[in-house]
């Protein structure tokens, strides 16, 4: 389980990283189908791999900054998230979003969840089954950043495999966490809820407790010198300094709070 191993080494080099000095140009050759915040495929000169770039939508929201701090934290909590970096789009065209991610194409092949279901493929294809059993540890990581996405829409989660042997399941999309929409101002951060889940994957997670638990506990683990670490090299301009001091005490809360939700609904 995790990144395959033509990947593991750049996706550790970017959880140490918030920028690299790479220049990011739109791949045409790759078809995508952004969501609310636009976004394409990018490659870089003499790096290997492609990765997403997003937002383009100028809306004020620091949707990078909330992508490259979940995409932290998953790392460390063992929840495969694409690896994510700061971007500055300088060639922006006007009226769209210069502070900008990318976000890691980690696997060679990618097949949205959407596709695994029409082709039935969690009835069939044993290492698809064996991947979703492994992949639970979302459910926490998801409760724990508030992650607000609908997940039920299919959208937001992807199969990746690089051989038979190297597949897993992979979360993106996490813009709608943290203190998206103002949900953790005024110390409202401990409102902790369930995250809306495909059935399939709440029963895998019912059926893979421990697999659950292991991640409930590397959220409780956390230290608090990482997740200062983590919120505070992000630069102002992508996240301003009160709204990191929102998402400083929201992290540090609610560690406390997902065994409990969780245990009331994986009962
Ligand atoms: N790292 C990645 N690897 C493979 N595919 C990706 C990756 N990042 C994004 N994609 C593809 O691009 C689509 C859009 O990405 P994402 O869901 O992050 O943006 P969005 O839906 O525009 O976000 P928002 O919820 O902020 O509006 C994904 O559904 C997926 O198909
Ligand atoms: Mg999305």
């Not at 409760?143 to 190297?166: A, M, P």
């Amino acid at each position: 389980m995790g990144f395959p191993k033509s990947t593991s080494d750049v996706a550790l080099q970017w959880t140490m990283e918030v920028f690299n000095g790479l220049r990011w140009f739109p791949n045409r050759n790759v078809p995508c189908e952004p969501g609310e915040a636009g976004g394409f495929f990018v490659s870089a000169q003499n790096f290997p791999f492609s990765a997403y770039l997003k937002p383009t939508k100028l809306d004020g929201r620091p949707r990078a900054a909330y992508e490259k701090i979940v995409s932290d934290l998953a790392y460390k909590i063992g929840v495969l998230v694409p690896p994510v970096l700061l971007y500055k789009r300088r060639d922006a065209p006007r009226g769209e979003e210069i502070n900008t991610c990318v976000s890691l194409v980690s696997f060679p092949v990618i097949v949205p969840w959407r596709v695994l279901e029409e082709i039935k493929a969690f009835d069939h294809l044993d290492e698809v089954k064996e991947a979703l059993g492994r992949y639970v540890g979302i459910v926490a990581l998801d409760t724990y950043v508030g992650n607000d996405e609908d997940r039920t829409n299919l959208k937001n989660i992807v199969y990746g495999s690089e051989s038979e042997k190297e597949t897993d399941l992979i979360s993106l999309d996490f813009s709608n966490a943290l203190n998206y929409e103002g949900k953790w101002n005024d110390n409202r951060s401990g409102a902790a809820c369930f995250p809306k889940m495909p059935e399939r994957i709440v029963d895998a997670a019912k059926l893979n407790r421990r697999i659950v638990d292991a991640t409930v506990t590397n959220i409780e683990n956390l230290e608090e010198c990482f997740i200062n670490h983590i919120v505070n090299r992000i630069p102002d301009e992508f996240l301003d300094s009160a709204e990191k001091q929102v998402i400083l005490n929201g992290l540090m809360v609610r560690r406390a709070l997902v065994r409990r939700i969780l245990a009331d609904h994986l009962a």
